[in-house]
């Protein structure tokens, strides 16, 4: 097993290597550079900032330098955010976007993964197309209208919980994002949860479970169960990744300083740094997270073995 | 005849069960009446479809959320049917256990055996953890599964399908049961394995006393093992009675037509001097199963340096229990397998190791009709369609319409409806669509046909009547069959020449009736044994 992981993550390398290369050449061809303002800067002073960029090197020996750096853990100075490194940025934000994410995705893990069971089991009953209603909402409404909702309602009108800010991570602060960020997840592992269990339910080591008079709770979590969660430990890779990485609509509407709001700023502003550095951090863990699923099903799952 | 006395532990008493369907209520079971003694074996005797294993998973409160009962089921005077799962689970797993057909999907495969067999112990028995561990070694020493010790802590996957069906009744005897309901339990096993569960099963029987309740639709493991038989037919009992009376004075037509099932008849003309229409020498395939990393490859060896020819018109069998590589054997022969070695000669061309693009024009010639008639239809197209989709690559010169001709055809040659083309294969019993994959084959006209296993999933009745379709159609078309099959009654009924197969040898081959009469070898003499032909006076 361990030498299984090891390899895993030694087979990263040259993924990473393959990833930071091409996003580093494509950024290059897109038009337009990171001191391009409406007014352009007097020759002098681009001309200084370019070289203190290395901007005026040839492309070729940019990639050399940049990845020189990125093998010392250094992921260069932020272009449009004059005074911090790329380091610092993350150093900052990544926490947030971690904390935020992590606390949907166990939120939609429990909630998804209790209302596809119920819905399993009373399948074709009043709970089960309560559960796959609510399932349809989930995933057809998107954040940015959940969001506002939430917003105006728990914080305008009742006052309960703050409208934004993340008040250094304060639990009434943390609510609504978490909500919102869930919800749709929520919604596509409840559905997920409900097949494969309906599925589990129905198979013939289950009917023998139920013909030896084991309990419910045996029956129900350790038979079925079980086997029912590989398809969402499945999903749950990239969609880990995905939420951990953070989410521009869920930062900008709530006021959250999370990495995912750098996606699209260092991309409007060819801040070429940050780019990059949001592209590797998200490749991490994409790769990390295929990796615990993998390793996961193999423990769900014996017949899965590494060697 | 038995009748209800204080030693009956089981009584159903007109039991009927109902399945809400979309097409509206299916009565599965109509008021079915059987008791079961202490100690006694009863047999339910029937076809698929036949309600004999509803009206049991009934009892047992086991049926599909659909469902629904009326009527009554004891067991020892308390009424089982419509009692909260509670109460019911403190007699099913303790009183009264099961095994199931499917020996293969029965078990849990994500744990182990040591931890499915203490589950019901620790539940009813009044085991702890540890005193079921052990226990649960001794059941498995006591259902003969060598190295109970080590065995206890593999996981299912890890087993053959024999040691599966034992762990299963190791499961069912561990909290010592007043009754043991098994539903097909052998239906799915080898012939040599069935034996010996059987076996297993009336030994234990005779140590341990319970009543056992034998679903089956094997008259041959009736007759063997049953004191008591109940016939059932549509959701009915149609007979009941003591084996020995119902074997040999069958009142009922549909018993009389069970009885008759097996498969009977010879093909007789052997054409020894017909001209070869295929001929395989030193036929070998080989399969490497990766180990590891710089470790050297296990080799297994599935067909190994196999020599055969087949004439015009004739059939052989190749007989020999799952593992055996006759299927193989059959790819390897029609070139589907790449990494078969050996020479095939096919009309007089040698086809060995042709490529896929020079093999296409044969294909036309060289069917193929496999064992699973749920499987190997596209649920996605309609019955037309699959029939006539070979036409479209091998005479694409067709019209729709002539397409269309040809596929009534072949449907009235396999005896169906042609008003059936329209439909999908899922509205289809399994005799059905096997017709259908014959038609399938028939509609290009082929020389040979190579049959793998076509009856293994059909009841007796049905297997008869496809028999006798293929017969007939060999007769007509002047086809020649390789036919694959673990069923020796079958095979005695189609074949011409047999050859027994095992691990990849051929270890027997001959004149049918010879084989069937004075086998040489040990292992076939366990096969035909095993079997428990009914003899046949067609003979």
């Not at chain 2, 019955?383 to 989709?389: A, F, L, M, N």
């Amino acid at each position: 097993m361990v030498r299984y992981i090891l390899g895993r993550l030694l087979s990263a390398i040259p993924t990473l290597f393959l990833i930071i290369t091409i996003s580093f050449f494509l950024m290059r061809v897109a038009p337009g550079g990171p001191f391009d303002l409406e007014r352009p800067l007097e020759a002098k002073v681009m001309e200084n900032l370019n070289k203190m960029y290395n901007l005026d090197k040839s492309l070729w020996e940019q990639y050399i330098i940049y990845m020189k750096n990125v093998l010392q853990g250094d992921f260069g100075p932020s272009f449009f955010f004059r005074d911090f490194s790329i380091n610092e940025l993350f150093a900052q934000s990544l926490p947030i976007s971690i904390q935020l994410g992590l606390s949907a995705l166990t939120l939609a893990l429990i909630v998804g993964g209790i209302m596809g069971v119920s819905a399993a089991i009373k399948q074709n009953r009043g709970v089960d197309y309560a559960v796959m209603t609510a399932a349809t909402l989930g995933v057809t409404i998107p954040n940015f209208v959940v969001a506002p909702c939430l917003t105006l309602f728990l914080g305008v009108y009742l006052g309960w919980l703050p409208v934004g800010g993340w008040g250094g991570g304060a639990f009434v602060n943390v609510i609504l994002p978490v909500v919102t960020l869930a919800l749709p997840q929520i919604a596509v592992i409840a559905r997920l949860t409900r097949g494969s269990m309906i599925e589990a339910l129905r198979s013939n080591h289950v009917r023998t479970a139920r013909a030896y008079g084991l309990s419910g709770y045996t029956i129900i979590v350790v038979h079925a169960l079980r086997g029912a969660i590989l398809p969402v430990v499945s999903y749950m890779g990239p969609a880990a990744a995905a939420l951990l990485t953070g989410s521009v609509v869920i930062e900008t509407i709530f006021g959250i300083p999370g990495i995912g709001r750098y996606f699209v700023q260092g991309a409007l502003n060819r801040d070429y740094t940050l780019v990059m550095g949001t592209v590797v951090v998200v490749a991490c863990f994409v790769i990390i997270f295929n990796l615990i699923v993998d390793v996961l099903y193999a423990a769900l799952d014996p017949r899965v073995r590494f060697d | 005849m038995s009748t209800i006395n204080e030693n009956t532990v089981l009584v159903i008493d007109d039991l009927k069960v109902d399945f809400a369907t979309n097409a509206g209520m299916v009565n599965a079971v109509k008021g079915v009446n059987i008791h079961v003694d202490a100690g006694e074996t009863v047999a339910i005797v029937g076809e698929s479809g036949s309600g004999k294993s509803q009206s049991m998973m009934a009892a047992m409160g086991l049926l599909a959320q659909n469902g629904q009962t009326q009527g009554s089921v004891k067991y020892k005077g308390q009424e089982l049917l419509g009692l909260s799962s509670r109460k019911l689970n403190q007699i099913r797993g303790a009183k009264i256990t099961m095994i199931f057909q499917e020996p293969m999907t029965s078990l849990d495969p994500l744990y182990t055996i040591e931890r499915q067999l203490c589950e019901p112990m620790v539940e009813h028995g009044g085991y702890t953890w540890k005193t079921a561990r052990k226990r649960a070694v001794e059941l498995l020493d006591l259902v003969g599964i060598p190295e109970p010790a080590r065995k206890v802590k593999a996981y299912p996957y890890e087993m053959s399908g024999g040691q599966r069906q034992r762990v299963m009744i190791a499961m069912a005897l561990a909290n010592d049961p007043d009754i043991l309901i098994a539903d097909e339990p052998t239906t799915a096993l080898d012939v040599t394995t069935q034996a010996q569960i059987l076996e297993l099963m009336a030994d234990l029987q005779k140590r341990l006393g319970m009543a056992v309740v034998f679903i089956t639709h094997d008259l041959g493991i009736v007759e063997r093992i049953s004191d008591r038989v109940y016939v059932m037919k549509s959701g009915e009992v149609v007979e009941e009675g003591d084996t020995k009376e119902i074997f040999s004075k069958p009142a009922h037509p549909y018993t009389r037509m069970l009885l008759d099932a097996e498969p009977t008849g010879r093909k007789l003309d052997t054409n020894e001097d017909k001209p070869v229409v295929l001929e395989g020498t030193k036929v070998r395939v080989e399969f490497e199963t990766e180990t590891g990393f710089l470790k050297p490859n296990h080799v297994l060896r599935a067909v190994n340096d196999i020599s055969i020819t087949v004439r015009e018109g004739q059939t052989v069998g190749i007989v020999g229990e799952s593992g055996s590589g006759k299927s193989t054997l059959g790819r390897a022969l029609l070139q589907l397998l790449p990494n078969a070695d050996g020479r095939v000669v096919y009309c007089g061309n040698d086809i060995s190791g042709w490529s896929k693009r020079q093999m296409r024009p044969l294909r036309k010639e060289m069917q193929l009709i496999f064992q699973d008639p749920f499987g190997s239809l596209s649920p996605r197209m309609t019955v037309g369609q699959i029939i006539t989709e070979g036409l479209l690559v091998h005479e694409p010169h067709l019209s729709a319409a002539e397409r269309d001709q040809r596929a009534i055809q072949a449907l009235e040659e396999v005896s169906m409806d042609p008003a059936m083309r329209n439909r999908y294969p899922h509205e289809f019993s399994g005799g059905q669509r096997q017709r259908i994959a014959i038609a399938r084959t028939m509609v290009l006209k082929p020389k040979l046909v190579v049959l793998d296993e076509p009856t293994s999933a059909l009841d007796r009745t049905i297997q008869k009547q496809v028999i006798e379709l293929l017969r007939g159609l060999q007769k007509e078309n002047g086809l020649t069959y390789l036919f694959i099959s673990h069923d020796l009654a079958v095979v005695r009924a189609m074949s011409d020449t047999v050859m027994v197969m095992k691990k990849g040898e051929v270890i027997e081959a001959g004149l049918t009736d010879d084989i069937f009469r004075n086998p040489k070898e040990e292992y076939t003499r366990e096969l035909i044994h095993a079997a428990v032909l009914r003899d046949d006076e067609a003979a």
